[in-house]
């Protein structure tokens, strides 16, 4: 890869001093130039022709998202954004995540500031990798699943997803019917911003949706987000299986993490659940879904073509956890006829 051309465009000069320290640690990476507002950054991306932009949501005169909208419009490229927790700075990340804006990550607000933003370097070069690939084979869309036919056989669904997935989950979430299995979802990302998906499946897909809470008891037509940021999600119990919010430290580099959910449905739901690994950078999941499909759970993992990044899949395809792969406008449909106890089920 020749050296990824960034422009960094946000209104604080602290925060562009932060990402100009963390992105000169690497290599393949050469900061063309910076910007304090929109209409700075409008001039500066005609005449230096960055690869990527780091551009943040909140700004003088011209916020990020009118930018975006203008610039995907007009000059379509890799944008990774920067946002604070405020719930209108989450809930405009969730429409600029899915406007095509590659991954969005959270303002440091305390701490160890170059920690908080240490991913960068790997996300930018994913996101030109990504660009260049020529982005996404969009498939074939899916109606949503009938309702009036479908009679969930019992099963537990588990999905685990990270860069890529807002968009992903919502194509999968959107094919399911009201009556549901229940359904538990670790996704990578923030408290505030998983709050505000989590509103906006609420308005798109027939199920309920919400972020699970210590001791909620899984139930038909329901969808349950781990909380972002401080406890892994868990499921426990015998013949009531419950939420269960583990505050431990991160595993395979996250928290939550979905290795922690995946293990927990080995243990507690065994041939009962169904594993779906989606879009991600890194391994996390792999595992777990390893456990899940030895524990006799059916096993998906979204393909190569439909990924924003291969890398969960891919490690968990490698290993030998992922028994099926699906294009992700296949993924719903191939998990409501898994599940549904009026379907003539393949062997």
């Known amino acids: 890869m020749t050296r990824v051309k960034v422009l960094i465009i946000d209104d604080s000069t602290t925060m562009r001093s932060l990402v100009k320290v963390v992105l000169r640690r690497d290599k393949d990476i050469e900061i063309v130039g910076e910007a304090a507002n929109a209409y700075e950054a409008r001039e500066k991306v005609k005449a230096l022709n960055p690869d990527v932009l780091i551009l943040d949501i909140e700004m003088p005169g011209m916020s990020g998202l009118e930018f975006l909208k ?21 809930a405009d990340t969730i429409q600029a995540l899915s406007m095509g804006v590659f991954e969005c990550l959270e303002k440091p607000k305390s701490g160890d500031y170059l920690a908080a933003l240490s991913s960068l370097p790997k996300i930018i070069k994913a996101a030109v990798i990504h660009h260049v690939n ?5 498939g074939t869309a899916i109606s949503p699943t009938a309702q009036m036919h479908y009679e969930t056989d019992g099963s537990i669904i588990g999905i685990g997803s990270s860069t890529g997935g807002v968009e992903a989950l919502t194509q999968i979430l959107i094919t399911f019917p009201k009556n549901c299995p ?3 979802i670790t996704q990578h990302m923030p408290q505030a911003f998983l709050k505000s998906f989590s509103e906006r499946l609420n308005g798109l897909v027939a199920p309920k949706v919400s972020i699970a809470k210590h001791g909620d008891a899984l139930k038909v037509g329901q969808i349950y987000f781990a909380p972002g940021g401080d406890a892994h999600l868990q499921i426990k119990g015998r013949t009531q299986l419950l939420c269960s919010l583990l505050h431990a430290d991160t595993v395979s580099g996250h928290r939550p993490s979905v290795d922690v959910m995946f293990s927990s ?28 499909r030895q524990a006799g ?13 291969y890398g969960m899949p891919k490690v968990a395809k490698e290993i030998g956890a992922v028994q099926q792969e699906y294009h992700i406008s296949k993924i719903g449909r191939a998990i409501i006829e898994t599940s549904d106890r009026n379907a003539i089920k393949r062997p």
């Open 134 to 138: 020529g982005g996404l084979d969009s």
């Open 265 to 292: 449905m080995a243990k507690s739901v065994k041939g009962k659940g169904i594993g779906v690994i989606l879009t991600g950078l890194g391994r996390d999941g792999a595992q777990g879904l390893l456990a899940m």
């Open 70 to 90: 203008r610039l995907m419009m007009l000059r379509p490229m890799p944008v990774v954004m920067l946002s604070s927790s405020t719930h209108k700075d989450a």
């Open 182 to 184: 229940p359904t538990v």
């Open 297 to 309: 759970a059916k096993t998906i993992g979204q393909n190569e073509k439909s990924c924003i990044v």
